[in-house]
T-cell receptor, first 115, second 115 residues
Framework: KAGVTQTPRYLIKTRGQQVTLSCSPI?????VSWYQQTPGQGLQFLFE???????NKGNFPGRFSGRQFSNSRSEMNVSTLELGDSALYLC??????????????FGEGSWLTVV | GNSVTQMEGPVTLSEEAFLTINCTYT??????LFWYVQYPGEGLQLLLK?????DKGSNKGFEATYRKETTSFHLEKGSVQVSDSAVYFC??????????????FGKGTHLIIQP
């Protein structure tokens, strides 16, 4: 079956702009979570959505937001981009919420460069 | 909150050597534990998991045992290959009590296998 699909794979934005990243989970998966990966901070949890509701959020400013649609597809948005937002953004999906211990599958990520 | 500590490396070994990557964790309750692998330019792939104490996860010759008494989940492989060169992440999922219940990752261990 198809895995987690993220689009776009690569993008370059200018400081101050906003960006929207998209994630299609594995069919049947209702939980989608997002992570930021940088060389300095490693992998950090952004937020999790389950059944269209944000379940929890990591320690990121309000410029980072997301949503989930009725078909479980998810988008995340970063407004007023800063140079420090340059990172690999990873989406992951699972059948149930992350904290339940279900296996979590990752997409290949969206590489964002802010110039 | 939850945390994961692992050796960062790089760890350089010769082909057919024995591998151990240490991972210890701090968590409330009974988390599930995971090892993920990341190849250059790619997302995360689940390597193995364990959901309760004394469980042993195994895959592709890798194995790790959930040790609650030592709060550890060390990754081992008896004979590594050049193709095992990658970054390995130890992670846990569970209720943190603080609401940010996504996956918590270690910093990653860069493994280099020389022929």
């Amino acid at each position: 079956k198809a895995g987690v699909t993220q689009t776009p794979r690569y993008l370059i934005k200018t400081r101050g702009q906003q960006v929207t990243l998209s994630c299609s989970p594995i069919s049947g998966h209702r939980s989608v979570s997002w992570y930021q990966q940088t060389p300095g901070q490693g992998l950090q949890f952004l937020f999790e959505y389950f059944s269209e509701t944000q379940r929890n959020k990591g320690n990121f400013p309000g410029r980072f937001s997301g949503r989930q649609f009725s078909n479980s597809r998810s988008e995340m948005n970063v407004s007023t981009l800063e140079l420090g937002d340059s990172a690999l953004y990873l989406c992951a999906s699972s059948l149930a919420v992350v904290s339940s211990g279900n296996t979590i599958y990752f997409g290949e990520g969206s590489w964002l460069t802010v110039v | 909150g939850n945390s994961v500590t692992q050796m960062e490396g790089p760890v350089t070994l010769s082909e057919e050597a024995f591998l151990t990557i240490n991972c210890t964790y701090t968590a409330t309750g009974y988390p599930s534990l995971f090892w993920y692998v990341q190849y250059p330019g790619e997302g995360l792939q689940l390597l193995l998991k364990a959901t309760k104490a004394d469980d042993k996860g195994s895959n592709k010759g890798f194995e790790a045992t959930y040790r609650k008494e030592t709060t550890s989940f060390h990754l081992e492989k008896g004979s590594v290959q050049v193709s095992d060169s990658a970054v390995y992440f130890c992670a846990l999922s569970g209720y943190s009590g603080g609401g940010a219940d996504g996956l918590t990752f270690g910093k990653g261990t860069h493994l280099i296998i020389q022929p």
